[in-house]
């Protein structure tokens, strides 16, 4: 029997316990701030992500319209030859050459660049927008990486647990102080546990596929994780007066103003338009005749203007804009709304977070004393393992909920940071 607890000493399990304890206290714990590896990552997606290229492209093709409407209308030129030729005292007209050129009012190309430059304006705001919910993508990702891989670690540590557990359970069984059905459901947990890593595995895989195509690469590329983040538990100030000048609130007011700069191109447009034109007729020669103008040319500058007479088309649009504008007031307030909500819950939750947090540390510390009095039995060769399941799965329980605390206040930070930042 001393051979045999020589072999087994209590207070060596009891230390690799009390280093699985350690462990889960020093690795799941979150750091405020990104680690340089995190930022590394984040400016990779910034730089090759195919949605921000996407709405990149879209606002240099917006940039690219004011080229555009900085153009004129089209000028007019026409030719006629006078099948049955009028006569003129000077001769008969053989053919007709016009030109023709429309300008618009004064201002209204001005206009046009105005409310072009506008909508680019809006467009721009986009690509902000996207690569704040990428950030904050990219970011969520990694958290449930290091996540997935922190459980990982975890069982892999209660996995060897319990097989210290079946050392003992195996001496006691010699011994006449437990029976084989205490050594079958020790290694009957061992492969729960063994199934609950396996399938961590696999959530892994999908979540580094999910973070490398954020990143717009080979979805089999390996995530270097940092090997430890800490919380800080300093009191941050958030101001809610910051989401005033959230992007997706500063779209709605460059919204707002493109239709006020399409209100102006519309009373632009609602004005008249001048034109300027030049006809030419050739006249022939009246044959045996001698005078001065005898075969004279003919040449008319001419001078027109396009006056929208009905102009209902304008004043519908008129009482269009002043409509946009109104919805697009109210879209605003609403979103602000929505924003100002998910910060409160942001911030409600991360405080949850670190409640449970704390709370999880208590349950843990209790835990080991739990098993450590659990073990000193073995002394005395009055163990229950029954009683050691139940400590190893509250163990473990705790040890969860911690990695979950964690990964909340990760989570609701990155959303604080994508609301108040």
Do not use: C
């Not at 319209?65 to 030719?79: A, G, L, Q, R, W």
């Not at 006569?87 to 050129?101: D, I, L, P, W």
């Not at 709370?359 to 229950?384: C, V």
């Amino acid at each position: 029997m001393k051979k045999t607890h020589k072999n087994n000493n209590p207070s060596d399990i009891f230390f690799h316990l009390k280093r699985v304890f350690i462990i889960s206290l020093s690795l799941f714990t979150f750091h405020f701030s990104f680690s340089q590896e995190l930022k590394n990552l984040i400016e990779e997606a910034l730089k090759n992500n195919p949605e921000v290229q996407k709405f990149e492209l879209q606002y240099q093709i917006t940039t690219e319209k004011v080229n555009e409407v900085n153009t004129i209308p089209n000028t007019e030129f026409s030719v006629g030859y006078f099948v049955s030729e009028p006569e003129t005292r000077t001769g008969a007209q053989k053919a007709k050459f016009s030109v023709n050129q429309m300008l618009p009012w004064f201002g209204g190309i001005t206009a046009r660049e105005n409310y072009v430059n506008s909508l680019s304006d809006a467009n721009y705001e986009d690509i902000v927008i996207i690569k704040r919910k990428l950030v904050a993508s990219v970011s969520k990702s990694y958290y449930n990486l290091y996540t997935i891989k922190s459980k990982q670690r975890i069982l892999v540590e209660n996995i060897k647990l319990l097989k210290s557990y079946e050392s003992l359970a195996l001496v006691s069984v010699e011994v006449g102080n437990a029976s084989v059905v205490d050594v079958l459901r020790l290694k009957m947990r061992q492969n729960e546990l063994v199934q609950l890593n396996q399938i961590l595995e696999q959530n892994y895989i999908a979540e580094q596929t999910l973070f490398n195509k954020l990143l717009n690469r080979n979805k089999s590329i390996k995530i270097e994780l940092v090997d430890e983040l800490s919380i800080q538990l300093d009191k941050i100030e958030i101001s809610f007066e910051k989401i005033k000048l959230h992007p997706e609130l500063v779209k709605y007011d460059k919204i707002y103003q493109s239709v006020e700069q399409s209100e102006l191109l519309n009373q632009k447009e609602a004005t008249p338009m001048i034109g300027f034109g030049i006809d030419y007729i050739i006249v022939e020669k009246r044959p045996e005749m001698d005078f001065s103008d005898n075969g004279k040319d003919i040449f008319m500058p001419m001078v027109s203007v396009s006056i929208p007479i009905f102009n209902k088309k304008y004043s519908s649009q008129t009482k269009q804009n002043k409509l946009r504008q109104q919805e697009i007031m109210f879209q605003k307030q609403d979103r602000q709304n929505k924003l100002e909500t998910e910060l409160e819950k942001a911030l409600s939750n991360r405080k949850s977070a670190i409640i449970s947090n704390e709370t999880q540390n208590k349950n843990l510390k209790q835990a080991m004393n739990a098993e450590e009095i659990l073990l000193k039995s073995y002394e005395t060769g009055m163990i229950d393992f029954n009683d050691v399941l139940d400590i190893q799965e509250l163990q473990l329980k705790f040890q969860i909920n911690q990695i979950e605390s964690i990964k909340n206040y990760f989570i609701q930070t990155t959303i604080i940071n994508y609301l108040s930042s």
